[in-house]
């Protein structure tokens, strides 16, 4: 009895994270306007009666689907600037991880959430309270390494800015021509060049496992 009883729960938990991973392919290619119950349903091949098993409604998962994207990429670009660094160029490659990792930070996703916050007036106030949470970070670890309260500003704005603009204008450079690059962008951000040891620790972390390319810097 104990073991039917989590089996059907562990079965009713990946039914709602179907739900979820459904929901979030249909906002990726076709907006939030394509994230209906009766379009997931037939793609899951679940039943539109088992959605309300999970959530109250197409709301409460819209809501799931905005603290994944907060979860994946805010959190995470927040705990990258902060992680323990000998000086502001492997301080500068730790953030660079998350343009590198899809696991750390989904560009598709955040592109997805910034064209859906055109039309949402809470959603808009939500996407900038986490700009200004990244771009803080960023700020946090440029003071934390010696530049002054100004340096710090523009520069972490200079960080967060570029990399909006350059998933939002849907770049598909080659893995190969974006990790080239990483040692100018870092140069640019920082005013200082990532030592050879740097680097070669970064594209060991990149290599090694090469996640699927996505339209980050």
Same mark, same amino acid.
């Given at each position: 009895?104990?073991?039917?009883?989590?089996?059907?729960?562990?079965?009713?938990?990946?039914?709602?994270?179907?739900?979820?991973?459904?929901?979030?392919?249909?906002?990726?290619?076709?907006?939030?306007?394509?994230?209906?119950?009766?379009?997931?349903?037939?793609?899951?091949?679940?039943?539109?009666?088992?959605?309300?098993?999970?959530?109250?409604?197409?709301?409460?998962?819209?809501?799931?689907?905005?603290?994944?994207?907060?979860?994946?990429?805010?959190?995470?670009?927040?705990?990258?600037?902060? $992680?323990?660094?000998?000086?502001?160029?492997?301080?500068?490659?730790?953030?660079?991880?998350?343009?590198?990792?899809?696991?750390?930070?989904?560009?598709?996703?955040?592109?997805?959430?910034?064209?859906? $916050?055109?039309?949402?007036?809470?959603?808009?106030?939500?996407?900038?309270?986490?700009?200004?949470?990244?771009?803080?970070?960023?700020?946090?670890?440029?003071?934390?390494?010696?530049?002054?309260?100004?340096?710090?500003?523009?520069?972490?704005?200079?960080?967060?800015?570029?990399?909006?603009?350059?998933?939002?204008?849907?770049?598909?450079?080659?893995?190969?021509?974006?990790?080239?690059?990483?040692?100018?962008?870092?140069?640019?951000?920082?005013?200082?060049?990532?030592?050879?040891?740097?680097?070669?620790?970064?594209?060991?972390?990149?290599?090694?496992?090469?996640?699927?390319?996505?339209?980050?810097?």
């Amino acid at each position: 009895m104990e073991y039917h009883s989590m089996k059907m729960q562990t079965e009713h938990e990946q039914s709602a994270d179907l739900w979820l991973n459904t929901a979030y392919e249909v906002l990726l290619e076709g907006g939030v306007d394509a994230v209906k119950i009766m379009e997931l349903a037939k793609r899951s091949g679940l039943t539109r009666t088992g959605f309300y098993w999970h959530f109250k409604d197409l709301n409460a998962l819209h809501q799931a689907l905005i603290t994944r994207w907060r979860h994946t990429n805010t959190k995470n670009l927040v705990k990258r600037a902060g $992680a323990p660094a000998n000086n502001i160029t492997e301080a500068m490659l730790q953030v660079f991880d998350c343009w590198f990792d899809q696991r750390l930070f989904d560009a598709a996703l955040d592109l997805a959430i910034r064209n859906w $916050a055109r039309k949402d007036a809470a959603l808009k106030k939500t996407l900038a309270s986490a700009d200004k949470k990244r771009c803080n970070a960023i700020k946090t670890m440029f003071l934390h390494h010696g530049y002054n309260e100004q340096q710090a500003e523009v520069r972490s704005m200079t960080v967060v800015y570029t990399q909006i603009g350059y998933f939002s204008m849907a770049q598909t450079d080659s893995f190969e021509k974006r990790i080239a690059r990483v040692p100018q962008y870092v140069e640019v951000f920082t005013g200082q060049m990532p030592s050879k040891l740097e680097l070669e620790q970064f594209h060991l972390r990149h290599t090694r496992h090469r996640p699927p390319q996505q339209p980050n810097t």
